[in-house]
Every structure is written in C-alpha cells, then in structure tokens.
C-alpha cells in the first residue's frame, strides 16, 4: 500500500466518512467545512488530487467531487481493523437471554439480529460441523408419543429433534436405545457418521430411534443446504446503488447461490477478519466482510454481511467483533444446563 502522509490520511478517511453517509461525491469545500476547517480550500483540492492520481478517489463527472474506490475503502477498513474495540451490541447480548435449543438455533438468532442491526444482508456459515466429536445422545420421553433427541458435541449441543415413537414406549427402553447409541457413536466425528452404519445385532427392536439418530447427524454435516443461512436480503433495497439494475443482478447472483458464499468464504478460515471489496475480489460493487467464530475452541464457522462498498464499515466490523464471543458464551451456558 501507498505510503499516506497523516494530512492524506485524515482526507480520505473524511471521504469515505461522507459517502457512507450521503452517497454525494464529496467536494473540497464540503471536506473543509464539515472535517478540516484548519486546512484551505486549495490544500484540500491539492491532495485530493494526490489521493486520485493514487488510485484512493475517483471524479463521477468533469465539474463533480470525488467517491472512494474500492482501494480507498480497502485502506480505510484496515485502518478500523487496527483499532477494533469491545464494545458490546446489546441487541446480540439480548438475543441470547431466551431460551436456545442447539447452535442451529443460535446461528439462526444471531443472523437475524446482525442484519437488524447493521441494516445489511447478513448470512453465517456452519462450516466445520462435521469435524465435530459426538459426547453424548440423549432422549427424553416428552408424552404424547414423542421424544426429543438432542446431540451433544464437544462444542456443546449441535441440533436436537423431535421424533415420533409409539405410545407404548417407555422411559426405560428410551434409556437402553440411549446406550445402544452412544456405544455407536460416542467419541466419533459427525463425518465419519453415514448411511454404512448399521444397528447392532440382536437390538433390532431399536431399530427406529436408531435410523432417526442417524438421519440427524447426516444432516449436520458440512455441505448440507441448511448449513448457510442468509437473514435480510430485501434490506439491499433501502440502499440508492440498488436502483441500479446491475447491481440488483450481481448482488442477486451472489446471496442466492450458496456454492457462490462457499466459494467467496474458502480459504479464510484461519483469518479473524476477512474483508472482500469491488469486482476484483468477486463482488462487483459490493463489500463482504465475515468474521471467523469458534466454539470451546473449535472452529465452526463464518458470519458477515454483504452490502454496498460503501457500507458503515466501523459499525459492522464492531458487530462482528462481538458476535463470535456471544456465540461462544452462549453455547457453553447450553451445554452446562444440558
């Protein structure tokens, strides 16, 4: 990058401060008014000009201001990643205090609670679930001809389920088709679970509990459609750049493909923060920024937001910096009341 002097710095911080806020080119006069009163005029104009001749701004028009590029939105949310506080989102805080049933259904909370708060389309991806170590299966006798199956991981409970059973099933055969399961799968990963495994011989009467179990660490795997969740993606519509028919099209071609998102996110996940900006980087006249979160120390996944490369950047890299800490104190207080 560049070398910035502190003066050039300020400016384009001021520019890109601006556009997210009024998506106006922005003019030396309306720099020197609202952020530098202490430079001229004349400065200003000069050293927008270094900054345009750098590749940071670019002029719309002849007698226009000037916008960031995408390289100048690449410096500035740097620049936010160096000084990332700990602030906390109540909202996120908030979410948490009703009752959560697995990780499934806190992603889903908290993909919905980070478009609300950010205004963007957020999405989350489960992506290391299926490297997950199986501890514990239970069932619980719920009446009514039902139990509930819950899977109980070493990043606490993953996914339950509510399974039909006869009525005249009883908490003690219940508890037998419990230990059957757990001496089947217990201390193994969720991957190496699949369709081969078959019921012990001699128990064939567990048979149904067991096939039930087995369909729902299947479905926990990597790769499944239910492993990417997107929340919000009608909010890219209360954005000006999305008149654009374009631009409707790209973001479109992006946020419905979930093999796209895979694709956007591969290769990140040993990266705190990952920021992809303008048409280089496969989001034309988008911005995606994604935050890797773990549970007991596992790495399971991503969370982000996709919106407008001019997007509020210091608030989204803020919500995202909470995020993968809420989840994580989430699912610990889950597994301890399990």
Do not use: W
């Not at 700990?86 to 205090?97: T, W």
């Amino acid at each position: 990058m560049d070398q910035l002097s502190s003066r050039k710095k300020r400016l384009l911080e001021a520019v890109v401060d601006s556009y997210i806020c009024s998506v106006e080119p922005i003019s030396s006069s309306a720099i020197q008014k609202e952020y530098m009163p202490d430079v001229s005029s004349a400065t200003i104009r000069s050293e927008l000009a270094g900054l345009e001749e750098l590749g940071y701004l670019v002029k719309p028009h002849v007698s226009a201001g000037r916008v960031p590029s995408s390289k100048a939105y690449r410096y500035y949310v740097e620049s936010i990643l160096s000084n990332v506080s700990s602030e906390d989102i109540d909202e996120l805080e908030q979410a948490g205090r009703a009752k959560i049933e697995g990780v499934e259904s806190i992603v889903k909370d908290t993909v919905k609670v980070v478009s609300d708060i950010t205004n963007y389309t957020s999405l989350m991806v489960l992506e290391g679930v299926d490297n997950l170590i199986v501890k514990e299966v239970k069932l619980i006798n719920l009446g009514n001809d039902t139990a509930l199956v819950i899977v109980i991981t070493d990043a606490g409970v993953l996914r339950d389920k509510l399974i039909d059973i006869g009525s005249s099933v009883t908490d003690s055969y219940l508890d037998s088709a419990a230990g059957i399961i757990n001496d089947a799968f217990s201390g193994r990963s969720i991957k190496d679970i699949s369709h081969s495994d078959a019921l012990p011989a001699g128990v064939e009467e567990f048979k149904q509990v067991f096939d039930e179990v087995v369909a729902l660490l299947r479905a926990c795997k990597c790769g499944d459609d239910s492993q990417v969740y997107v929340e919000g993606t009608d909010k890219i519509f209360d954005y000006p750049e999305y008149k654009d028919v374009d631009n409707v099209r790209n973001f479109m071609s992006v946020i419905s493909r979930k093999d796209k998102i895979y694709e956007l996110i591969d290769g990140d996940s040993d990266i705190e923060f990952s920021i992809k900006i303008g048409a280089e980087e496969g989001v034309k006249n988008m911005a995606l920024v994604t935050a890797r979160y773990s549970i007991s120390g596992n790495k399971v996944g991503r969370v982000g937001v996709i919106g407008p490369e001019r997007m509020d950047y210091r608030k989204v890299i803020k919500v995202l910096s909470r995020v993968g800490r809420t989840i994580g104190e989430l699912t610990d207080k889950e597994d301890k009341d399990v």
